[in-house]
């Protein structure tokens, strides 16, 4: 995910398995992209469902849990992907800790879990590494988290509990996605560029993880805020 209140990006971060091996050397992605197909054939998805975003997680309202990046690198992100794909409505450049998902009970006992959860952690700081794709799997091109993405991981398996418990579809994988395409071939496109544009960024990779807010999909790819919550008990005490 991916702002203020009442944004209307696309689903939150699709997943998908990493093919730039075709053209570079290998990267960590690709070990990731390997377990994510084998997950795929072991899910018996075969052609019926072959991609992260083609069928849906689960019937009714879904919510995820994002961290907004509103630092010059978001701006980048959300300048790139007006350019590479203009007919998409506006996303806010974020961060997804928990990918879209059903709630077991209430938006108001989730938000309540969540905050819990959250206070327990200590805000953190993570960094972008090269741009890759998701291709096959999902025409979709990201930056991956070059550093502290074991920390995402494990923020993720903390807030994945109670009632926005959810066993992933694929594995998560942490990453800023830059835009989604109609096809490869326009995927391809947007990567080489994206990867040309990203070289020659000068600012900050660097993206300070203190808070995350909690969305909730009210449309088709139409998300609206629900609630922030700060990481660490004394950054929310002084937010207070």
Not at 8 to 28: D, F, K, N, S
Not at 86 to 100: G, K, R, V
Not at 211 to 239: C, I, Q
């Amino acid at each position: 995910m991916v702002g203020a209140i009442g944004f209307e990006p696309t689903t939150p971060c699709a997943q998908g398995r990493c093919a730039t091996r075709l053209r570079y050397a290998p990267t960590v992605c690709e070990k990731a992209s390997s377990i994510i197909a084998d997950h795929v054939r072991w899910r018996g998805w075969g052609e019926r469902c072959p991609r992260y975003n083609s069928c849906p997680i689960m019937s009714g309202s879904r919510y995820a849990l994002v961290a907004y990046v509103r630092n010059p690198v978001g701006e980048f992100v959300e300048k790139l992907r007006r350019e590479l794909h203009p007919e998409l409505p506006h996303m806010a450049a974020h961060l997804t800790l928990l990918p879209p998902r059903r709630l077991e009970g209430s938006e108001s006992t989730a938000v309540q879990a969540l905050e819990e959860t959250c206070r327990d952690l200590e805000p953190f700081e993570v960094t972008l590494g090269e741009v890759e794709t998701f291709i096959p799997v999902t025409p979709t091109v990201f930056i991956r988290v070059a550093h502290a993405a074991v920390r995402m991981q494990e923020v993720h398996d903390r807030l994945n509990r109670d009632g926005v418990c959810c066993t992933e579809e694929l594995p998560y994988i942490p990453h800023l996605t830059i835009a989604k395409m109609n096809t490869e071939e326009q995927a391809w496109k947007a990567f080489e560029m994206a990867r040309r544009r990203w070289a020659k960024y000068t600012g900050s990779r660097h993206i300070a993880l203190e808070e995350l807010t909690f969305v909730r999909e009210n449309e088709t790819n139409k998300w609206v805020d629900l609630g922030a919550m700060t990481l660490g008990r004394k950054m929310a005490a002084r937010r207070k």
